[in-house]
């Protein structure tokens, strides 16, 4: 995404480039799928269906309103003069036109482009006319290495590069953002704006999977936000309110959902008792709003900067560490996984490939890591069965001691970001 000249670069346009035939390019809103699809094709028609279902249709510097009729009488034109077409946006074309499209195959190239799951699951069903004429691809938040790599680029360094990268993985922050600043001050100084456009975002979402926000969906945001991350625990907390009436299934089947809408992200529990799975949002910055909106109410309560900012270097901190984990999960063709037990805690565990074995426990703070903290963390990871341990500081780097299987400082974890970035 380009904005006062910074652009998010990402392994997915290589993907997109180097693909061919008909393809739904689809993920949550605001994940930049426009962006990218826009940079990644030579397209010659670029069409996108409005709320009013109307058809902007732009060749060039040309742009036109078309009824949807209207606007695939020329779709099918282009299309059978061999050219790139995109429809964006598809998920609101009335679906009376899959058939016309259907026809056209294998004529041209056509881009579908929607941000609604739903809209995947009739493309792909059974019964319908596109079935086994386009291949997906699932655009999600932009890879940590990616957003290092492009704040580097812009000549951001250290450890506020690594943060903001954290945080720009979630796109649709980036115009809103002063990338020269601290992370924890911008974002701290402006949060309520980003506490409305998360919730106009989130009933964005909901409206294009037709479904509308309820107060069930947003408490289950609100709990997820605020620490309860199993559907046993959002069933729990919301047991008083009467909004769940089907108790843990319920809940189980609401969040199942949200991981498929690309809003919750379930990563798998190492030696965590019965429970398989720890739930978190997946973006970084809606995380982040729901936990202050849980903490601090932020929609009905004005709150000093500094409250904010200390609440947001916690949750940062956590998210920093997710981050990293995915990373390392890259790196060493791995699993990242979650460790919780009443003995403590491992930030990132590194399972195999089929989540059988555990690799590498690595604790990983904003701060540093005092040479006493490590010899600890190496004791507990190796009590809960994980051989290896690793060190990650935003700070400074941390000393390598006979324990510890590998130790990463800011300049360090840059360097491994950008070796694997795009």
Known sequence: MRINKFVLRRRE??????????LLVYGRRKVGKTFLVRRSFSWSLYATVTRSREVIIEEGRVRRRLSQREAMEVIAERLRRGEVVVLDEFQRLDERFWDDLALLHPHGRLILCGSSLGIVEKVFDRRSPLLGLVMPVRIDLARYADAVLSLKEQGIEGGRCLLWAVLIRDPWIIPMVNLKLDPLDDLSSKIYGFYWSAKGLVGEIFEEEERRLTLLYEAVLREVGGGAWNSAKVAGRLAATELLPGGVAAASGIMERMVEMGLLQ???????????????????????IYYLDQKLNLGEEEVAV?????????????????????????????????????????????????????????????????????????????????????????????????????????????????????
């Open 13 to 22: 346009e290589n993907l997109l480039k180097s693909s061919s035939g008909w």
């Open 266 to 288: 379930k990563i798998p529990l190492w030696r965590s008792g019965r429970s398989r799975f720890f739930f978190k949002h997946r973006s970084p910055i809606m995380h982040a």
């Open 306 to 422: 500094e409250e904010v900012k200390k609440r947001l270097t916690h949750i940062l901190a956590h998210e920093f560490a997710f981050s990293v984990g995915e990373l390392m999960a890259e790196v060493h063709k791995g699993t990242l996984a979650y460790t919780i037990t009443p003995e403590g805690d491992i930030d990132v565990v590194i399972m195999d490939a089929r989540r059988r074995k555990p690799r590498t426990g690595y604790e990983v703070k904003l701060g540093e890591i005092t040479a006493r903290e490590a010899l600890q963390f190496a004791e507990r990871i190796r009590s809960l069965g994980v051989p290896r341990a690793g060190l990650v500081s935003m700070s400074k780097k941390p000393s390598m001691l006979k324990d510890i299987y590998e130790s990463y400082g800011p300049e360090e974890l840059t360097e491994l970001a950008l070796k694997h970035a795009k």
